[in-house]
C-alpha cells in the first residue's frame, strides 16, 4: 500500500509525525508532500520523528495572499497526485496544506484520511480560515479520525456515516509523549537562553499567532503580559510568530521589558522542556490546549471560543479572551503560591495510542475495499 501524508507547518509535522511512523511500521510505503507554508519553524522536526521527504513545494510562503497558497499549494500537489500511484492521501487538522491535499485527493479520485477531524466552533469565521478549511476537509475524507467523542459527535450531526469515523485519541499526545522521553534526564536545551532560563522566576509561556487577534486584541493581551512581568516574580516566555504583523505588535510593547524574554521559534523539544518548567500558559494556540493537560498544566486561552472545548471542562483551560483583567487576574492566580498549581485530571485528548489506531483503521479500510473488488 502507497500513502501520500501531505503537510506544510510546524503542528502538522508534530501531530502527522507519530502517524508517519506507526504507518511505516505496519508496513506502508510512505511518500511525503511538504508544501513549506512554515520554513524556519519546522526546523529539527522531520529528524525528530525521522521523515523523509519525498516530493516539496515552493513559495508558498512568498505569496502572500491565502487564495494565493492554496492555489499553489494544489497545483504542486497534483504533479504529485496526477501520476495515480498512492492508495492513500493522509491530512490534518485545518491549514491551507490540508485543505489543498483533500481538494486534490478528492479530484483525482484518491481516498482521503483526516487526522483530528470533527473540530468545530460553529462560526464559520471564527477561527478564520480554519473553522472553512476543517469543513472544507471532512466533505472530501473518506475516513475521518476524531480526537474525541465530542468531534465524532459533530461529524455525525453533518451527516457523515457512522463507519466513516473512528475515536482515535489525538495524535498531539503522541508527539508529546515522544518528545518527553527525549528530555526525560539530561536534556540540554538546543536554544541557549532556553538553557540559561533563571531558577528563580515563574515561568509564564505565551504563544500567541491567530490572525484574528492582530490589532487591538493583540496589543490588549501584550499589555497583559507587560503588565505580569512587571510584578517581578515572573518571566513572561513569549515565542514570536515570523508574522511580520505580529512580531512587529509584540517587539512594540515588550521589546526590552524586564522579565521578558522574546524568543526565536523553538524547537519542539525546547518547547516541551519549557513546557514542562511552566506555571502556566497564555495562548490561542489549539496544539497547546492539547499539550498542556499532559503535564497537569493549566492554561488561559485567549480566544473568544474554541474547538476544543474538552480542555475547558475538564478544568484544564479557561477562556478569556483578550480581556487584560482576565489575563492578569488569571496568571496572577495560578502563580500566586510558592508551587505549581497542577492538575491530576487525565489528558481528555488521548492516551498516545492514537497513531497506532489511525494506521490500523487505514490498512483494515484496504484490505475491506480489497475484498469487496
Same mark, same amino acid.
Given at each position: 500500500? /502507497? =500513502?501520500?501524508?501531505?503537510?506544510?507547518?510546524?503542528? *502538522?509535522?508534530?501531530?502527522?509525525?507519530?502517524?508517519?511512523?506507526?504507518? /511505516?511500521?505496519?508496513?506502508?510505503?510512505?511518500?511525503?508532500?511538504?508544501?513549506?507554508?512554515?520554513?524556519?519553524?519546522? *526546523?529539527?522536526?522531520?529528524?525528530? !520523528?525521522?521523515? +523523509?521527504?519525498?516530493?516539496?513545494?515552493?513559495?508558498?510562503?512568498? +505569496?502572500?495572499?491565502?487564495?494565493? %497558497?492554496?492555489?499553489?499549494?494544489?497545483?504542486?500537489?497534483?504533479?504529485?497526485?496526477?501520476?495515480?500511484?498512492?492508495?492513500?492521501?493522509?491530512?490534518?487538522?485545518?491549514?491551507?496544506?490540508?485543505?489543498?491535499?483533500?481538494?486534490?485527493? !478528492?479530484?483525482?479520485?484518491?481516498?482521503?484520511?483526516?487526522?483530528? $477531524?470533527?473540530?468545530?466552533?460553529?462560526?464559520?469565521?471564527?477561527?478564520?480560515?480554519?473553522?472553512?478549511?476543517?469543513?472544507?476537509?471532512?466533505?472530501? #475524507?473518506?475516513?475521518?479520525?476524531?480526537?474525541?467523542?465530542?468531534?465524532?459527535?459533530?461529524?455525525?450531526?453533518?451527516?457523515?456515516?457512522?463507519? @466513516?469515523?473512528?475515536?482515535?485519541?489525538?495524535?498531539?499526545?503522541?508527539?508529546?509523549?515522544? &518528545?518527553?522521553?527525549? =528530555? &526525560?534526564?539530561?536534556?540540554?536545551?538546543?536554544?541557549?537562553?532556553? &538553557?540559561?532560563?533563571?531558577?528563580?522566576? %515563574?515561568?509564564?509561556?505565551?504563544?500567541?499567532?491567530?490572525?484574528?487577534?492582530?490589532? %487591538?486584541?493583540?496589543?490588549?493581551?501584550?499589555?497583559?503580559?507587560?503588565?505580569?512581568?512587571?510584578?517581578?516574580? %515572573?518571566?513572561?516566555?513569549?515565542?514570536?510568530?515570523?508574522?511580520?504583523?505580529?512580531? $512587529?505588535?509584540?517587539?512594540?510593547?515588550?521589546?526590552?521589558?524586564?522579565?521578558?524574554?522574546?524568543?526565536?521559534?523553538?524547537?519542539?523539544?525546547?518547547?516541551?522542556?519549557?513546557?514542562?518548567? #511552566?506555571?502556566?500558559?497564555?495562548?490561542?494556540?489549539?496544539?497547546?490546549?492539547?499539550?498542556?493537560?499532559? !503535564?497537569?498544566?493549566?492554561?488561559?486561552?485567549? /480566544? +473568544? #471560543?474554541?474547538?476544543?472545548?474538552?480542555?475547558? *471542562?475538564?478544568?484544564?483551560?479557561?477562556?478569556?479572551?483578550?480581556?487584560?483583567?482576565?489575563?492578569?487576574?488569571?496568571?496572577?492566580?495560578?502563580?500566586?503560591?510558592?508551587?505549581?498549581?497542577?492538575?491530576?485530571? @487525565?489528558?481528555?485528548?488521548?492516551?498516545?495510542?492514537? #497513531?497506532?489506531?489511525?494506521?490500523?483503521?487505514?490498512?483494515?479500510?484496504?484490505?475491506?475495499?480489497?475484498?469487496?473488488?
Amino acid at each position: 500500500m /502507497r =500513502i501520500l501524508v501531505a503537510f506544510g507547518t510546524r503542528p *502538522e509535522i508534530i501531530k502527522l509525525g507519530p502517524v508517519y511512523r506507526a504507518l /511505516r511500521r505496519a508496513g506502508a510505503h510512505v511518500d511525503v508532500f511538504w508544501s513549506g507554508q512554515h520554513t524556519d519553524l519546522a *526546523e529539527g522536526l522531520m529528524d525528530l !520523528f525521522g521523515i +523523509e521527504l519525498t516530493h516539496s513545494g515552493s513559495g508558498v510562503v512568498q +505569496e502572500s495572499s491565502l487564495a494565493g %497558497k492554496f492555489a499553489l499549494i494544489t497545483q504542486q500537489m497534483q504533479s504529485v497526485l496526477g501520476s495515480r500511484q498512492h492508495d492513500w492521501v493522509v491530512v490534518q487538522g485545518d491549514t491551507m496544506t490540508a485543505a489543498a491535499g483533500a481538494l486534490t485527493a !478528492f479530484l483525482n479520485g484518491v481516498p482521503l484520511a483526516h487526522v483530528e $477531524a470533527g473540530l468545530r466552533t460553529g462560526t464559520l469565521d471564527s477561527p478564520w480560515p480554519e473553522e472553512f478549511n476543517r469543513r472544507l476537509v471532512t466533505i472530501a #475524507s473518506t475516513l475521518h479520525f476524531a480526537p474525541t467523542a465530542r468531534a465524532r459527535d459533530n461529524l455525525l450531526r453533518e451527516g457523515v456515516p457512522r463507519d @466513516c469515523v473512528a475515536v482515535v485519541g489525538n495524535t498531539a499526545v503522541d508527539a508529546l509523549l515522544h &518528545a518527553r522521553s527525549r =528530555i &526525560a534526564a539530561g536534556y540540554e536545551p538546543i536554544d541557549p537562553e532556553i &538553557a540559561n532560563l533563571p531558577r528563580d522566576r %515563574k515561568l509564564v509561556l505565551a504563544t500567541l499567532h491567530r490572525r484574528e487577534n492582530i490589532g %487591538k486584541p493583540l496589543d490588549d493581551i501584550l499589555w497583559a503580559l507587560r503588565e505580569l512581568a512587571d510584578d517581578g516574580d %515572573k518571566l513572561v516566555l513569549l515565542p514570536v510568530h515570523p508574522n511580520p504583523d505580529i512580531r $512587529a505588535q509584540v517587539v512594540r510593547a515588550l521589546g526590552g521589558r524586564p522579565n521578558v524574554r522574546l524568543l526565536q521559534s523553538l524547537q519542539y523539544t525546547d518547547f516541551v522542556f519549557v513546557l514542562s518548567r #511552566s506555571w502556566t500558559v497564555v495562548t490561542d494556540s489549539g496544539g497547546v490546549q492539547e499539550e498542556a493537560p499532559t !503535564f497537569g498544566l493549566p492554561i488561559l486561552i485567549a /480566544r +473568544e #471560543s474554541t474547538e476544543r472545548p474538552e480542555v475547558v *471542562e475538564a478544568g484544564f483551560g479557561t477562556l478569556v479572551g483578550s480581556d487584560r483583567h482576565a489575563i492578569v487576574a488569571g496568571v496572577r492566580r495560578l502563580t500566586g503560591s510558592n508551587a505549581t498549581q497542577l492538575l491530576p485530571a @487525565c489528558n481528555p485528548f488521548g492516551d498516545g495510542e492514537a #497513531s497506532r489506531r489511525i494506521a490500523e483503521r487505514i490498512f483494515n479500510a484496504s484490505q475491506m475495499q480489497q475484498a469487496a473488488e
